[in-house]
C-alpha cells in the first residue's frame, strides 16, 4: 500500500486506513517477535491518524492530553523503536515522522518521499529502476546503505491545480 492523496473538498484524503494500518502493524509485530509496548501503539496510532508528517513534540503534546504524565525520553524511545523496526519512517528535512505504508517487513528497499512544499502532505512511490542502480553505485563504493531513503520537494498536483 502507498501513502498516496486523494483530494476532496479542498483537503487531502489519504488512501490508507489508520486504523488497519494498526492492526496490520501490531500483527507484524507479533510474527516477528517485537513488544508493541501500549505507548508505542498509541504514538504509531497517533502517526497514522495524522495526514501530514508528526514531530515528536506534536506527539507529545497529544499523549500528553489524554495521558497526562508523557515526558519527551519515553516518546522519542518509542519514536526510536518504531523507527528501527521499520514502522515509521523519519523525514530528515522536516524532522518528523510518517507511518510506513508501503509495508511492515523491515526490509531495505528504497524509499522515495514526495513532500509537497506548499501542503506540506508526504507521498510515498516506489523506488523500482533508482534502487537498483543506486544498489549497485553503492556496493562498487563498498558503501552499505542504512537508511535508503529519497526525500524529493516539489508541489504536488492538488496544489498545482490551485
Avoid at 498509541?42 to 491518524?49: D, P, S
Avoid at 518509542?78 to 522536516?94: P, T, Y
Wanted: charged share 25%.
Amino acid at each position: 500500500m502507498q501513502r498516496t492523496s486523494n483530494h476532496r473538498h479542498g483537503r487531502h484524503q489519504h488512501r490508507h486506513d489508520a486504523k488497519g494500518f494498526v492492526g496490520a502493524v501490531a500483527s507484524a509485530c507479533e510474527v516477528r517477535g517485537l513488544r508493541l509496548t501500549p505507548l508505542r501503539l498509541r504514538v504509531l496510532e497517533l502517526i497514522a491518524a495524522s495526514e501530514k508528517p508528526v514531530k515528536a513534540y506534536d506527539v507529545l503534546d497529544q499523549l500528553r492530553e489524554g495521558r497526562g504524565g508523557a515526558a519527551p525520553p519515553t516518546v522519542y524511545r518509542a519514536l526510536d523503536f518504531l523507527h528501527e523496526n521499520g514502522l515509521v519512517h523519519r523525514i530528515e528535512s522536516r524532522n518528523a515522522f510518517v507511518a510506513c505504508v508501503h509495508n511492515h517487513a523491515g526490509d531495505d528497499d528504497l524509499i522515495v518521499f514526495l513532500i509537497c512544499e506548499r501542503c506540506g502532505t508526504v507521498g510515498e512511490a516506489p523506488g523500482g529502476n533508482v534502487a537498483e542502480t543506486l544498489k549497485a553505485s553503492s556496493r562498487a563504493a563498498g558503501f552499505a546503505p542504512k537508511s535508503p531513503v529519497i526525500e524529493i520537494a516539489g508541489i504536488c498536483a492538488h496544489c498545482r491545480e490551485r
